[in-house]
């Protein structure tokens, strides 16, 4: 279920809306083979009308499974928005939609949770990658070696029939 509010309630006071957001709503689930997300959204936000207006202001947090672009180690990301906040203008060209007098959060909160998703996630920030084998230890691929031509990456460009 989305994240909804009634705009009517907002005439008589502010909102709050505490709770959890399934991660199936907020559809990242493709965005990047590295980011997985095991647990839902948690959110503490305060919604306020203000004019022709409404102001939505808290803090999001999100456990994300992660894969380090490196080494491809599996660990956890905190991502925390703690300072949230979101300006839903009611009416002209920028208005939100209305459908039966509430208005879904849940595009505003996916877009800035994918704005602060990892570019590049990494267990640490000294990661130095996969283990390379040790140079005798190297697989045997049946084929003779040359020791002078596989020696450079641009002996093998060279190989190339354009």
């Known amino acids: 279920m989305p994240l909804l509010f009634n705009i009517r309630h907002l005439d008589q006071k502010d909102l709050s809306l505490q709770g959890e957001l399934p991660v199936a709503e907020l559809a990242l689930d493709d965005v990047d083979e590295l980011i997985h997300l095991p647990s839902p ?15 939505v202001r808290g803090s999001l947090r999100l456990t994300l499974r992660c894969e380090c672009a490196r080494c491809l180690k599996v660990f ?5 928005l703690p300072q ?6 009611l009416s002209g ?3 939100v939609t209305v459908v039966n007098d509430c208005v879904d959060l849940t595009p505003y909160l996916r ?15 000294e990661c130095g990658g996969l283990l390379k084998a040790p140079p005798g230890k190297a697989k045997q691929s049946g084929k003779p070696v040359d020791p002078g031509a596989g020696s450079s990456v641009w002996a093998e460009l060279d190989k190339l029939k354009l």
Do not use: N, T
Not at 76 to 80: I, M, N, Q
Not at 111 to 125: G, S
């Open 41 to 55: 959204l948690r959110h503490d936000l305060e919604v306020q009308k203000l004019g022709s207006s409404v102001l």
């Open 76 to 80: 956890s990301y905190e991502l925390e």
């Open 84 to 89: 949230w906040s979101c300006h839903l203008p």
């Open 93 to 95: 060209e920028d208005s």
């Open 111 to 125: 877009e800035d949770i994918l704005l602060e998703f990892p570019q590049h996630p990494l267990c640490e920030p």
